[in-house]
């Protein structure tokens, strides 16, 4: 019989130099493919991005501390147990300015791809 599930065990570990985590546990990168990724992610205190313009949606769960964004020069700060769906196409900044780690979850649809980020500083 053939299995209709997958198990992820050891997880792509995304190389970064900013000092966030990115492990991911089904995508491009990982087992998964094209159509969906989920990643768990810790972001250092004081960590940011630079504004972007994904070409896909986006969904946000915070699991420990908080996170800040700035969507369409609107700012929103979640906590631990809010969750956020950025659409694709949208002008985002992603950042932790506080003063402890944020951990999250974060999945993209269709799967994240650094080509369809599209960072205005790149």
């Not at 946000?60 to 369409?72: C, E, L, N, S």
């Not at 992603?94 to 993209?108: G, K, L, Q, V």
Request: glycine share 6%.
């Amino acid at each position: 019989m053939t299995r209709k599930y997958t198990v992820q065990k050891s997880p792509f570990v995304v190389p970064t130099t900013d000092g966030k985590l990115i492990e991911e546990h089904f995508g491009a990168a990982s087992k998964g493919g094209e159509q969906l990724s989920i990643a768990h992610m810790i972001a250092p205190p004081k960590w940011s991005e630079p504004f972007q313009t994904p070409e896909f949606d986006e969904y946000t769960y915070v699991i420990r501390g908080k996170k800040q964004f700035v969507v369409d020069g609107e700012t929103i700060v979640l906590e631990a147990g809010q969750s956020i769906k950025i659409e694709k196409n949208t002008r985002v900044q992603y950042s932790n300015p506080f003063d402890e780690e944020c951990e999250y979850m974060a999945i993209c649809m269709p799967a994240f791809s650094i080509d369809k980020v599209n960072r205005e500083n790149d």
